[in-house]
């Protein structure tokens, strides 16, 4: 079963940044594909980025330019870089991983998610 943490969520300003970590264990994410989505009270889960098993990215539009999806294999940890933060970014942040080496940008597509870090920016 693998297990997977979210953390380096918080309070941030505007234009501010943050990094988000999802270290897994249990398992190993040098063979999956990752993802990062994100949800609101009341709404669907959003897809965000995802990384594939070679480093290949896919981002959201609405976050295109302003976030990274990176893998540290050594480390079992994905992360996300999350800059020029947008108050209609603040949701709750959760991490993926999708049995298979290509990205999906369906939550539906993956097999296991973290718990979640709640990312909030003020205006």
């Known amino acids: 079963q693998v297990l997977l943490v979210e953390s380096g969520g918080g309070l941030v300003q505007a234009g501010g940044s943050l990094r988000l970590s999802c270290a897994a264990s249990?398992?190993?994410?040098?063979?999956?594909?990752m993802g990062w989505f994100r949800q609101a009270p009341g709404k669907e889960r959003e897809f965000v980025a995802a990384i594939n098993v070679s480093g290949g990215t896919v981002y959201a539009d609405s976050v295109k330019g302003r976030f990274t999806i990176s893998r540290d294999n050594a480390k079992n940890t994905v992360y996300l870089q999350m800059n020029s933060l947008k108050p209609e970014d603040t949701d709750l942040y959760y991490c993926?991983?999708?049995?298979?080496?290509?990205?999906?940008?369906?939550?539906?597509?993956?097999?296991?998610w973290g718990q979640g870090t709640q990312v909030t920016v003020s205006s």
């Open positions: 249990g398992g190993t994410i040098s063979t999956n594909a």
């Open positions: 993926a991983l999708r049995n298979g080496r290509w990205h999906r940008q369906a939550p539906s597509d993956y097999d296991y």
